[in-house]
């Protein structure tokens, strides 16, 4: 098959889709897929980094905000550890949409999920934003992530998210530390950063 950029809506067949079945922290999660969905078959390394480090270093209340959330690993997860968070989950690809809806329901968490590009959507604030965000968009996206999130987080409001050094750890750090004033690395794993800024 033709090789797509998962932030591209393009028109999928059947024989695009399947199922898989992983495990974060020793819970099993089903999952649908599709070809040319970021990390189909596995939660990969960055968003396990990211989300571990969230659960143990991360006060979460209120309502959290994944922005390109693929099919929806991130947001259910979330979801499944803190029960009494507001979860949504937005991504600018029809599919992923569609892919975290089914999943929210095959994972049973409940979940709201909708097709933004970028915050274009967003009509609320949110205490948390968290992502793994779309790198293969560019730096420009990249950046706009973090600029944009500054407009929808609550007071005191996080943005949280994981960057591997080689993708441009340090200009999105810096990036980070201009728009919000503040920039701490909560974590560093082989070569994947975890940021974090507050909106004070």
């Keep these: 098959m033709e090789q797509h950029h998962y932030f591209l809506n393009v028109e999928h067949s059947k024989e695009d889709f399947f199922t898989f079945e992983d495990y974060f922290n020793n819970e099993k999660l089903t999952f649908n897929s599709c070809t040319d969905i970021f990390s189909k078959d596995c939660i990969d390394y960055g968003t396990s980094v990211l989300l571990k480090t969230v659960l143990s270093s991360v006060n979460l209340s209120g309502s959290v905000l994944d922005v390109g959330c693929g099919y929806g690993a991130i ?47 967003v009509d609320k604030k949110y205490n948390h934003i968290i992502t793994n965000p779309p790198i293969k968009a560019g730096k420009e996206t990249l950046f706009k992530v973090v600029s944009g999130a500054k407009e929808v987080l609550e007071q005191n409001g996080t943005i949280t998210l994981v960057i591997k050094k080689k993708h441009g750890m340090e200009s999105l750090k810096k990036h980070m530390q201009s728009v919000f004033g503040n920039v701490t690395i909560l974590k560093r794993d082989a070569g994947y950063y975890i940021l974090q800024s507050q909106k004070n």
């Design 75 to 121: 947001g259910i997860i979330l979801k499944k550890y803190f029960p009494n968070l507001m979860v949504t989950m937005i991504d600018v690809n029809k599919t992923a949409v569609e892919l975290a809806k089914q999943n929210s329901k095959l994972n049973n968490v409940e979940t709201m999920v909708f097709e933004s590009n970028l915050y274009d959507n």
